[in-house]
């Protein structure tokens, strides 16, 4: 069997350390070859001026065109508040068994919510956006489990609460999945 | 009895619907769209959808009208109206024809869930009686190996009672596998689009056990630095599996009483009276009556939960189900472990059902995982097993060695359980799958 392959691509500012440190966890979670890259690329395009707020639903298809030529799975991750029509905002989306993914680090900072800054939690939110994202490409969908990581989530407490991994039943899911 | 709850999306808006169907697919949901009332009846036809979700202003037939013609195809639809511009008037109109929800685009992630929550919350409640009534064939209990006449038994029991709200009891050894029936009452319950959730009372001590049940508010206590919601809350329409229950205080026995009498709790340090809507299956491999009559355990608490109580028999009792569990647990581990399919020897077989199994079903589970560890990768022989003992000699002392000799060591104390040695490690299973493998670590 051919090992998985991931592919994060940077669409903000986010530092080579800091994306090391989620390429390690996921990479691992997923027993996955996770690499990950800068992207320089204009985000006017997906700007909704009435909305304030950068379209998922635009961003999504876009990286899953670049997503064309690379093998494996791959995740945008972006600095920018992302939202779809129908909902406020949203941390991340992906397509279910499907190629891609993205995910917002917008709204996972304390300072967001008046707190303290916390780069460890920042980057443990980060990391399970990630996970979950990637999860849906895989093909798994909301789990009920307490903890896991693809337990569904509207607030930042909620991802506080659940961990980086997934339960066993969606370990073994993710395990048994392949790139395509 | 359908798993998934089924949903259509109307809407003349494309981005719309696919922003709501792929919201709904992630959350395991069944989702169909239609761009117009049209489409939506004609979909209608030939197809059940358990919500539909529509848009008010559509060319053609608008949402409203939509409605009324949904209910007098089936009442029971629950149809929930989404508008970009809410006035008043529409909204009155529309829950006056039965509408379930009026809704204003776009809307917070948390209502989305909150509405279909409460709509399947619905489902739910319809579905009960439902059940109640009618002579269902038990589903999702694949994991349940065996067929023996004893295992079929308590199955017939788990039918019975899973439709009820009743609270439930099951007991039996140790690794006679409780929580699998606990997952087979819930899934086959209506309860079942809810989460069940499990908390084993043995491993947190009180006050853990206290905060993980009912959460604690910020600042509760030293390291409490977000709010938390406890597992009564997350449990809120579905089951609580309470593992181990025997042993938890007597003043968590008197707690758990108040939430199981009134379902209202307040969180650790905190003061506003949150209220959740569970069923509670407990397991223990004590014998709780005779905890009561030593005045270990409080009667009343006893009676609340011992509505039903399920007897999982222990292996020895089942042995001719061996096979397949065997067969089962060699799937499971090869797949986990991403190796070709392995068999097993004629001898190794009979040692396997010779044995009487103090540890159950869970430690045969264990006694595969090792073998297919250590194995050669093509069967399961009974030097595989832990039956034959051999001595590891390790002398030199490089950092490869220690660290062999430190994998073995924690091996060894936690007598070859996989998972347990890995925690103790503090590495996943996988890596310590591979650390065996490298250093041909045997038991000794
Ligand atoms: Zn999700
Ligand atoms: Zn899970």
């Given at each position: ?8 691509f940077?669409f903000g ?28 690329v204009d985000l006017s395009e997906f700007f909704d001026s009435s909305r304030k707020q950068y379209n998922g639903n635009k961003l999504l298809a876009f990286v899953d065109q670049r ?9 945008g991750l972006f600095s920018v508040d992302i939202f779809i029509p129908i909902l406020t905002y949203i941390y991340g989306q992906a397509y279910?068994?499907?190629?891609s993914a993205i995910a917002s680090?917008h709204r ?25 994202e ?47 | ?10 809407d003349?808006e494309e981005s719309v619907r696919d922003s709501l169907y792929n919201w ?60 970009a ?20 685009k776009p809307f917070?992630p ?335």
């Amino acid at each position: 069997m051919t090992q998985k392959k991931i592919t994060l691509f940077n669409f903000g500012h986010f530092d080579n350390d800091l994306l090391s440190e989620v390429g390690a966890v996921a990479g691992k979670e997923f027993d996955a070859v996770f690499t990950f890259r800068k992207e320089y690329v204009d985000l006017s395009e997906f700007f909704d001026s009435s909305r304030k707020q950068y379209n998922g639903n635009k961003l999504l298809a876009f990286v899953d065109q670049r997503a064309g030529f690379e093998q494996g799975k791959l995740i945008g991750l972006f600095s920018v508040d992302i939202f779809i029509p129908i909902l406020t905002y949203i941390y991340g989306q992906a397509y279910l068994n499907g190629k891609s993914a993205i995910a917002s680090a917008h709204r996972l900072s304390n300072e967001r919510y008046g707190l303290a800054r916390d780069e460890k939690v920042f980057l443990s939110r980060l990391i399970k956006e990630v996970n979950h994202e990637l999860g849906h490409c895989y093909g798994l969908i909301h789990c009920h489990t307490p903890g896991c990581v693809m337990q569904s989530s509207t607030y930042v407490e909620d991802i506080d609460q659940k961990n980086m991994h997934f339960c066993d039943s969606c370990l073994l899911l993710v395990r048994n999945a392949r790139d395509s | 009895m359908n798993k998934k709850i089924s949903l259509l999306i109307v809407d003349d808006e494309e981005s719309v619907r696919d922003s709501l169907y792929n919201w709904f697919i992630e959350d395991g949901f069944a989702a169909g769209c239609a761009e117009s009332a049209g489409a939506a009846l004609s979909m209608l036809e030939n197809n059940h959808f358990d919500i539909i979700l529509t848009d008010i202003k559509m060319p053609g037939m608008d949402g409203l009208e939509l409605l009324k013609r949904i209910k007098t195809i089936r009442k029971e639809t629950i149809v929930i109206i989404m508008t970009a511009f809410a006035t008043v008037d529409t909204a009155v109109q529309a829950l006056k024809d039965g509408a379930f929800d009026y809704v204003t685009k776009p809307f917070d992630p948390d209502d989305l869930s909150h509405l279909i929550r409460n709509a399947s919350r619905q489902i739910m409640l319809s579905q009960e009686n439902e059940q109640l009534r009618q002579h269902l064939s038990l589903e999702h209990v694949e994991d349940i190996i065996g067929n023996s006449e004893t295992i079929r038994e308590v199955l017939h029991e788990v039918q019975q009672v899973a439709a009820s709200n009743a609270s439930v009891i099951i007991t039996g050894e140790s690794g006679t596998g409780k929580e699998l029936f606990a997952k087979a009452i819930h899934a086959n319950s209506p309860r079942r689009y809810f989460p069940l959730v499990s908390v084993h009372c043995g491993a947190l001590s009180e006050s853990l056990l206290e905060s993980e049940l009912f959460g604690h508010e910020k600042g509760a206590f030293t390291g409490a630095v977000y709010n938390r919601k406890g597992r009564f809350e997350m449990a809120d329409n579905g089951t609580i599996f309470l593992d181990e229950i025997a042993t938890i205080s007597m003043k968590m026995q008197i707690e758990l009483l108040r939430v199981l009498e009134t379902k209202n709790f307040i969180r650790v340090g905190g003061n506003k009276l949150i209220s959740s809507d569970f069923r509670v299956i407990c397991a223990t491999n004590r014998d709780l009556k005779q905890l009561v009559e030593e005045g270990r355990f409080r009667e009343d608490l006893y009676y609340r939960l011992n509505v039903v109580n399920i007897r999982i028999p222990p292996l020895r009792n089942r042995m001719e189900d061996i096979p397949e569990l065997v067969q089962h647990f060699i799937k499971k581990y090869c797949l986990a472990m991403s190796r070709n399919l392995v068999g097993i020897e004629a001898a190794a077989l009979l040692k396997l059902q010779e044995y009487d199994y103090p540890g159950n079903v869970r430690e045969l589970e264990n006694m595969i995982e090792r073998a297919i560890v250590v194995g050669n990768g093509k069967e399961i022989r009974v030097k595989d097993l832990p039956l034959q003992k051999e001595i590891a000699t390790i002398s030199s002392e490089s950092l490869e060695d220690l660290e062999k000799k430190h994998v073995l060591s924690i091996l060894n104390k936690y007598d070859w359980n996989i998972s347990r040695a890995a925690k103790a490690l503090q590495v996943d299973r996988v890596t310590l799958y591979n650390k065996i493998k490298k250093y041909d670590l045997k038991q000794g």
